[in-house]
């Protein structure tokens, strides 16, 4: 039996003895699985999410309900690079920036950055780093504004190398907006606002 398989059987033990799953697996476990994503109620109040268990389905939900805001054309043309981990690469391409690019003048474009601070196994956004995101632009062509993903940077704006928001617009010479996990497409909305 596989990690989702066997985890699944935990949690739905615990979940028939205990009214909870208690056992809940990361968004990245699905993900490099290529299983879809659990529904909410899976995750029950999502007591993990800041861990990463349950934010992607979370993001998913909210951008269904924000999504259906957005307008159909923008009176100018604006672009946005999102900037993601390769666990979250696939979701932002096929769910957020295929949207997106449905509104007439958006310009989207995903760049997915490996995780070389860590050693390359880590693919999860929350982690990344400002200097991983700088080595893979200087190899890609960016436009617009860069979204970073939440989570990634703390309160005073830095990353867990010490490079800052300030140090990644000056090298990318483009400006940067970091997202948050309260208001995860806000960044995003502020573009066109």
Known sequence: ????GK???WHRSFRKRFGRGFVYLADEIFLLAQKGLPAAQYYDDFPQMENGVGMVRHYAD??????RTYPARLPGTKAVTLVT???SAPFLRKVVADRLAQIENMMVQVAEVPNLFFGGGVSVSGLLTGGDIMKTFRRKSLR???ILPPECVN???LFLDDVSI???EKELGLEVKASSSGQPFRAIE???A
């Open 85 to 87: 981990g390769s666990a």
């Open 155 to 157: 309160a005073e704006g």
């Open 166 to 168: 300030t140090d990644l």
């Open 144 to 146: 617009g504004t860069v």
């Open 62 to 67: 909210r951008f269904a309900q924000r999504q």
């Open 7 to 9: 985890a699944g059987a």
């Open 190 to 192: 502020e573009v066109w």
């Open 1 to 4: 039996m596989d990690l989702v």
